[in-house]
């Protein structure tokens, strides 16, 4: 039976700026190792909360968090940082690929932050480039890039440090249609080798890859639905043999 990778139970999350305000209540919810989740819901519905929540860039204000069996929620800045640098890879609307570096140095930039061996580092940088269809840009700087080329170089560097969860907030949010089907298939084909994978996301057409859909409203999960999961097709994406 599959592991539990991340647990939100009685999560909580008040803000106290101008009066308190109830970004998110009494969430409750488990992922198993190897699901394809997409959490869906409007503008100010909590995705947001939720999001910063799930990727330890925020702590609740009530209420546990386990990711990969340890409780996030007790942990101080630094620990929340290791759970960040170690078990989750992040993947941006934006991208947030480093703008003076090239292709190979940007996906390289987590493993030289955990100060791994330097050939180690180039053969996992060009495993990875090759992963995602890329090893012929590795030279390139990013605003060489298309959208969606850099969006598939931000996979790759999501992966570097072989994460159990693989968080991306609306991926698809900056790509023209085309380039986000060639980016979902890329997740697709990374939940088909095994990873676990959530997705924010107000877009159907993305949702629609996933496994499992969450529905939050109001700061409070409204469904929680399984479903086959549909794929338009995209490129395929290399075995895992690194």
């Not at 030289?112 to 996992?124: F, G, P, Q, V």
């Not at 499992?212 to 639905?225: A, T, Y």
């Amino acid at each position: 039976m599959p592991e539990t990778v991340l647990k939100m139970k009685d999560v909580r999350k008040v803000y106290n700026t101008a009066g308190e305000f109830v970004a998110l209540d009494d969430i409750n919810f488990e992922i198993k190792s190897g699901e394809f989740v997409s959490i869906v819901g409007p503008s100010g519905s909590g995705k947001s909360t939720l999001l910063h929540l799930l990727g330890c860039l925020d702590k609740p204000s009530s209420g546990e968090i386990f990711i990969d069996g340890v409780d996030v929620a007790q942990l101080g800045a630094n620990g929340l940082a290791e759970i960040r640098r170690d078990k989750i890879g992040f993947v941006f609307q934006a991208f947030n690929l480093a703008t003076t570096l090239n292709v190979f140095k940007n996906v390289e930039l987590p493993l030289i932050i955990r100060n791994e061996d330097e050939a180690e580092r180039a053969a996992r940088v060009e495993g990875l480039l090759s992963r995602v269809g890329l090893p012929h840009k590795a030279n390139n700087m990013p605003s060489e890039l298309s959208g969606g080329e850099r969006q598939r170089v931000a996979i790759a560097r999501s992966l570097a440090n072989n994460p159990c969860i693989l968080l991306a907030d609306e991926p698809t949010g900056n790509l023209d249609s085309k380039s986000g089907k060639d980016v979902m298939g890329l997740f697709w084909e990374l939940w088909k080798q095994g990873m676990t994978i959530i997705v924010i996301t107000h877009e159907p057409q993305v949702a629609a890859y996933a496994s499992r859909v969450l529905s939050i409203r109001d700061g409070r999960i409204e469904k929680d639905v399984r479903q086959k999961p549909h794929r338009i097709e995209g490129p395929r994406l290399k075995e895992k043999g690194m």
